[in-house]
């Protein structure tokens, strides 16, 4: 029995351990940021809204929304966002450039080697033009599917993590690990609920927060433990605790820092 649980630990420290060649930002208290994606960050509020909240708690002061942006099409891929409408920071009402762009790749991106290409390609050009705004590139690693999914399937997340990793190191920018974070909540607490149940794909509102925290330390390279943000009393002190230590661990063992 011990044998076997030594074996299931190596083989998941295998699955999840890094090899990023980018473990910080440049600009670790960015206040300008852009997030382009799909539902998986607008459900629940808006993830660029939590994030947001956990930073503002973090620096002791209010950001300027104007300038704190999420541009999202409902089951977009990467293919389908032109990035030279939003990286004009005129046209989004904000009053100067983003410092910081994150981006976030369709779920089905990872299912197959031409997805994968078409999604390195893409992102690619996306970060060449991001980087002659004068801001930094994020990647926003996206969660597996689970149950009920039709297309669940446990390799997945490894399908995603390499794809977002390979992408990341070949452009020299940062990725961060919330599809990791999210299999290491499940390894941990097999019951809890990351996910809406009713279709195994978009985030619950534990998953939401989740995937904050790790955007809020990647960011920083702070802990979330401190934060005492709950999205107005919506989630109690336990998950809370629970989905901070998750992060925290994640972001630590992904970059291989010290938060």
Not at 93 to 116: D, M
Request: proline share 3%; glycine share 6%; net charge negative.
């Amino acid at each position: 029995m011990k044998i076997a649980l030594i074996l299931i630990l190596i083989y998941s420290n295998s699955i999840f351990a890094s090899s990023v060649n980018v473990n910080e930002l440049k600009n670790k208290s960015p206040e300008r940021v852009l997030y382009i994606g799909n539902s998986y960050l607008y459900y629940n509020d808006s993830l660029h809204n939590h994030v947001r909240r956990m930073l503002e708690e973090s620096y002791g002061r209010e950001f300027d929304k104007g300038n704190y942006k999420s541009v999202t099409i409902s089951g977009s891929r990467t293919s389908h966002h032109n990035i030279d409408y939003p990286l004009n920071h005129v046209n989004l009402g904000a009053e100067k450039p983003f410092e910081l762009v994150i981006l976030q790749g369709g779920s089905g991106e990872s299912n197959t080697l031409e997805e994968r290409k078409i999604f390195a390609q893409e992102i690619d050009i996306m970060i060449e033009k991001i980087h002659n705004k004068g801001a930094e590139v994020a990647l926003y690693m996206i969660h597996a599917y689970v149950e009920p999914h039709e297309d669940t399937n446990p390799n997945m997340i490894k399908d995603i993590k390499k794809m977002y990793i390979d992408v990341a190191n070949k452009n020299k920018i940062l990725v961060m690990p919330v599809g990791i974070a999210f299999e290491n909540a499940y390894m941990e607490k097999p019951k809890i609920q990351l996910h809406k149940h009713y279709d195994g794909t978009h985030p619950s509102l534990l998953g939401t927060y989740l995937a904050a925290a790790v955007v809020f330390s990647s960011i920083t390279q702070v802990s979330p433990k401190n934060i005492e943000y709950n999205y107005f009393d919506a989630i109690d002190d336990s998950d809370i605790k629970f989905l901070q230590k998750i992060a925290h661990e994640t972001v630590e063992d992904f970059y291989g820092i010290d938060l």
